[in-house]
């Protein structure tokens, strides 16, 4: 599949459309599983807090994966995402309850490149916090 955006259609400020996405527990379960990170913090409520968190957390890389489908919805292939990086700036708390964290990504495009690439850039969100910082992807466009 090529992605769908055509270069020649976006300019540095096109914003992206922002999506929100919801982390319960069973979501930390199932990211387990096919991960293999059991890491008690993930699942035990009374190790995270005894380790200062705030509460059991969402793996970090689950919370990229989610924040990179606004970019990959947005393109239509998953496969032109050329490069992706972030750094983890605070964790994600999810509560034992239905409501879960509300985790919300915002883009837009900061940087045209060559051969039709834009460097797209996420501002990604949970209770007031940014959670990742210098969320950033290279995006091959058709």
């Not at 050329?82 to 837009?108: I, M, R």
Request: with cysteine; net charge negative.
């Amino acid at each position: 599949m090529a992605a769908t955006v055509k270069a020649s259609t976006v300019e540095v400020g096109t914003e992206l459309p922002g999506q929100s996405f919801v982390l319960r527990r069973v979501d930390l379960v199932k990211y387990a599983g096919a991960s293999g990170d059991f890491n008690v913090i993930h699942w035990n409520e009374r190790v995270a807090t005894e380790v200062g968190l705030p509460n059991v957390i969402a793996h970090g890389m689950l919370t990229m994966a989610e924040a990179i489908r606004v970019v990959t919805d947005w393109c239509g292939d998953p496969a032109a995402i050329v490069d992706y990086g972030t750094k983890f700036t605070k964790p994600v708390p999810v509560p034992d309850d239905d409501a879960g964290a509300l985790v919300e990504v915002s883009g837009k495009v900061i940087e045209v490149l060559d051969d039709a690439r834009v460097k797209v850039e996420l501002t990604t969100m949970c209770d007031g916090a940014k959670v990742l910082g210098m969320c950033r992807a290279v995006v091959q466009l058709a």
